[in-house]
């Protein structure tokens, strides 16, 4: 007994070393591929206002502004001026682009609303971000309180308030999380319109590994949501937005998805059942503002049109 005993230890004390650097190595392959998904692939924008002006005179009112968050950071956006006394619309990108694929929105929206449009850049995105790491839509949720803070503080020429209390949102997948995450922080953000939603943080994380290592991704994505607890220190939500939404009262919503992501197409149709006042929902589009960027001009339009009637006839003063 006392050999099969011996045995039996020096068996375990010779897998001990093996399995602790089978523990080290999915700890180590966790981390690596959480950081290298919370840090987006940089490229210069598309356009900038400069560049617009040839497009629109309104280009060459668009102002580069930059606040602070509420962890202290800094956040920055263009801002496009509307009328005084009328309210505002904040654009939020998807993960991997910037403000500049919005800026064609912004313009049109203020075109033909005259409303305020700020459109940031999401943290960890844009040229030279301030901020190095995205936490897939969970501070970014602070992030847009903050900028809807910053566009109350805005004044007129005669130091008049800029903008009133309205507050629309538009956003598409990591930008509609973070809207829809805010909207049940503050009351200030009225009308949301949401494009391509992720139900949770860790689908937003899941779908970004599975385009950056597609190889065994369903393992690669839970190997990186494993580290999301130490690795962000408490800054990374994993609430589902079906809780969100079922608590909610008194807001203009519009659901927007297609198949260009069919994740997203099934957790955005869900998402319309979880509010518990009637929502406006249209999964079924031939293409969503996630791919427009890949659309034909008449399908872009389109698109647009849908988006900016929505925000306009919702945020009109009654």
């Known amino acids: 007994m006392a050999s099969i005993q011996k045995l039996s230890k020096s068996f375990f004390m010779l897998l001990l070393p093996t399995a602790i650097l ?22 210069n924008y598309l356009i900038t206002p400069e560049k617009y002006v040839g497009l629109s005179t309104r280009g060459a009112k668009i102002t580069d502004e930059t606040w602070a968050n509420k962890d202290g950071s ?40 005259n409303f305020t449009i700020l459109m940031p850049d999401l943290r960890a995105h844009g040229v030279s971000p301030l901020v190095m790491n995205t936490t897939f839509g969970g501070i970014e949720a602070d992030d847009l309180i903050a900028a809807g803070e910053f566009l109350k503080s805005l ?35 009225k009308v949301l319109v949401l494009d391509s939603v992720a139900a949770t943080s860790d689908d937003l994380l899941a779908s970004v590994i599975q385009k950056r290592y597609p190889f065994a991704s369903f393992a690669t994505a839970k190997l990186a949501s494993f580290a999301t607890l130490p690795y962000f220190q408490g800054s990374y939500s994993s609430e589902s937005l079906c809780n969100v939404a079922s608590k909610l009262r008194d807001k203009k919503i519009l659901l927007l998805a297609s198949n260009d992501v069919p994740s997203f197409q099934v957790s955005t149709a869900e998402l319309a059942k979880c509010f518990t006042f009637q929502v406006e929902s249209k999964t079924d589009l031939s293409i969503s503002g996630y791919s427009t960027i890949n659309s034909t001009g008449e399908q872009e339009e389109a698109y647009d049109q849908r988006v900016i009637e929505f925000l306009k006839k919702s945020l009109a003063k009654q």
Request: charged share 20%; hydrophobic share 45%; no cysteine.
């Open 22 to 43: 089978f523990v080290i190595a999915i700890v180590g392959a966790s981390f690596w591929l959480l950081q290298k998904a919370s840090v987006p692939t940089s490229a």
């Open 74 to 113: 800094s956040a920055r956006g263009w801002l496009l001026r509307g009328s005084e006394g009328s309210p505002a619309i904040v654009l939020l990108h998807k993960y991997g682009a910037d403000r500049s694929h919005l800026l064609n929105l912004g313009v049109k929206l203020n075109e033909v609303t």
């Open 155 to 189: 004044k007129t020429t005669e130091k008049n308030t800029l903008i009133d209390n309205q507050i629309g949102v538009y956003g598409i997948e990591l930008g509609a999380y973070a809207g829809l995450l805010a909207a049940g922080k503050d009351e200030s953000f």
